[in-house]
């Protein structure tokens, strides 16, 4: 068995929970076993900032490399008696990209932001390029009139005026607290 511990490497002595004293073979040891390991693939384990790896490209993980996705603004439903008002957090995206779809029970807001700065002065050149994609659809509890809907846009706050068809009358009952 002591056999058995001294031709243990430091990772394995590292998981029994034993602490031993380095040796410089052991460093060697360490080092064959990354380059065997990187070989064949296991990068998440040799570098642990690295993130999930696909079959055709390796990418690091962080925030700068993310790929853009869908983003859902937060929103709001509220019902006016005769009409539905939906509001909408929509910062970035201008008015000329956003989208706004309306059905007889449904509403859908689609817009992208795209920003690309170029900027060349003496001594430095600074291009950024920014790109996000909003995507939200909600469901009307009661049918609505489409082609009445009415919408602004104002400080990246989206407000959409959908009339009801059959107008109803909104009831208010006051809550005792106990």
């Not at 999930?52 to 790929?67: D, H």
């Not at 060349?120 to 291009?127: A, L, N």
């Not at 790109?131 to 989206?158: I, Q």
């Amino acid at each position: 068995m002591v056999e058995k511990k001294e031709k243990m490497s430091v990772r394995e002595k590292k998981k029994m929970g034993e602490i031993a004293p380095w040796r410089p073979a052991d460093y060697l040891q360490e080092r064959d076993r990354m380059f065997r390991d990187f070989s064949r693939g296991g990068l998440q384990e040799l570098f642990g900032m690295l993130g999930p790896i696909g079959p055709s490209w390796m990418r690091p993980w962080s925030p700068w490399f993310e790929l853009p996705e869908v983003r859902e603004p937060s929103t709001d439903l509220v019902d006016a008696g005769k009409e539905y008002r939906v509001h909408a957090e929509i910062p970035g995206v201008p008015k000329e990209n956003l989208n706004i779809t309306v059905a007889a029970r449904s509403i859908e807001i689609e817009g992208e932001a795209k920003t690309d700065i170029e900027e060349e002065k003496e001594g430095f050149v600074r291009r950024e390029r920014a790109y996000s994609r909003v995507h939200r659809s909600l469901a009307f509890p009661e049918e609505v009139v489409p082609d009445k809907a009415e919408a602004t846009l104002k400080d990246g706050l989206l407000e959409v005026r959908i009339p009801k068809k059959t107008p109803t009358e909104v009831k208010k009952h006051k809550v005792a607290i106990k």
